[in-house]
């Protein structure tokens, strides 16, 4: 069974999701700015490997979260403060995320 967000605060500039099992977990809204999985952000791959697209942007200075939607029972879309409105964070690569800010 996948874990799921049971809320969400945004805290300065930190996003804070408590999770259905207690835990919580912190992310820099930088940081999902710069890691959002969307095609224009990571490019997409074809079948030889190739990436094509996506942005060689690492830092978004000053970039926040406006809000979020949640997409199927899986994931979330967040609307950053520059516009950008791609990509959903699966529920897993949100806590992926957590492990590697925790690294």
Same mark, same amino acid.
């Given at each position: 069974?996948?874990? +799921?967000? +049971?809320?969400?605060? #945004?805290?300065?500039?930190?996003?804070?999701?408590?999770?259905? $099992?207690?835990?919580e977990? !912190? !992310?820099?809204?930088?940081?999902?700015?710069?890691?959002?999985?969307?095609?224009?952000?990571?490019?997409?791959? $074809?079948? %030889?490997?190739n990436v094509?697209?996506?942005?060689?942007? +690492?830092? %978004?200075?000053?970039?926040?979260?406006?809000?979020?939607?949640?997409?199927?029972? !899986?994931?979330?879309? %967040?609307?950053?403060?520059?516009?950008?409105?791609?990509?959903?964070?699966?529920?897993? !690569?949100?806590?992926r #995320?957590? $492990?590697? #800010?925790r690294?």
């Amino acid at each position: 069974m996948q874990l +799921k967000p +049971k809320q969400l605060d #945004l805290i300065g500039s930190e996003l804070a999701i408590l999770w259905e $099992d207690g835990s919580e977990d !912190y !992310y820099p809204m930088e940081f999902l700015r710069a890691h959002s999985p969307s095609a224009d952000n990571q490019g997409e791959q $074809d079948i %030889f490997g190739n990436v094509h697209g996506g942005t060689d942007q +690492k830092e %978004f200075p000053g970039v926040t979260i406006r809000s979020w939607v949640p997409v199927g029972g !899986y994931g979330l879309r %967040f609307t950053f403060s520059d516009g950008h409105a791609h990509g959903i964070f699966s529920f897993e !690569y949100l806590k992926r #995320l957590a $492990d590697l #800010l925790r690294s």
